[in-house]
């Protein structure tokens, strides 16, 4: 029915392939690293970056191209946040990325890929002017941003109290949940 469907995902593309398990889905993992040939060469400064952080391993999610610190378990939010932010500012020393998300940092490769170039990518080479893209967190603001300029775009939050009031805002539609983004999409 549809033209396109893809996942633009900020964890590995085989692990959101193993967890979908659908065929005839488009998957781009690593916020679209994936897609970026200058990313590769970064995969093993990343893994290197995550190992020696000084983070606890059972909270540090290394996702190929990317490693995530999570802190939702964290009692002390506040101090959690201020050790990470000494892991982001280690991580700009060493040329990497860093950006803050729902309850986690993430540490990047400095290759300007993010799930907005992926998203604009895939529909030019599907040739689509009319889309709708749905994300929970920071990261897929870039993927709202990525289809101005369409014929017909749709852009859905998918909120909750963790997600960034900038990505309500940047919504055309916000929904409290994934059960409310699919009966959205039933009724599409």
């Known amino acids: 029915r549809y033209a396109l469907?893809?996942?633009?995902s900020g964890r590995a593309g085989a692990d959101v392939r193993a967890r979908v398990g659908v065929e005839g889905i488009?998957?781009?993992g690593s916020h679209g690293l994936e897609r970026s040939p200058q990313a590769e060469r970064w995969r093993k400064t990343i893994a290197a970056f995550a190992a020696d952080a000084p983070w606890p391993p059972a909270q540090t999610e290394l996702k190929g191209l990317a490693v995530s610190f999570h802190y939702r378990s964290r009692e002390d939010e506040r101090e959690a946040i201020r050790e990470l932010d000494a892991i982001a500012d280690?991580?700009?020393?060493?040329?990497?990325?860093?950006r803050f998300g729902r309850k986690i940092l993430e540490?990047?490769?400095?290759v300007g890929s993010?799930?907005?170039?992926?998203?604009?990518e895939l529909l030019g080479e599907h040739g689509l002017q009319?889309?709708?893209v749905a994300g929970d967190d920071t990261t897929d603001i870039d993927s709202f941003r990525a289809l101005d300029?369409?014929?017909?775009?749709?852009?859905?939050a998918v909120a909750s109290p963790e997600s960034p009031s900038l990505l309500s805002e940047s919504a055309d539609v916000v929904v409290a949940d994934t059960t409310e983004f699919l009966q959205l999409l039933r009724r599409l």
Not at 5 to 8: Q, R
Not at 90 to 98: I, K, P, S, T, W
Not at 107 to 110: A, I, Q, R, S, T
Not at 114 to 120: C, I, L, Q
């Open 114 to 120: 993010n799930k907005g170039t992926a998203v604009r």
């Open 5 to 8: 469907v893809a996942i633009v």
């Open 26 to 28: 488009d998957v781009v």
């Open 149 to 156: 300029g369409l014929e017909l775009a749709i852009r859905v």
């Open 90 to 98: 280690d991580a700009r020393e060493q040329g990497l990325v860093a």
């Open 107 to 110: 540490v990047l490769p400095p």
């Open 130 to 132: 009319r889309a709708l």
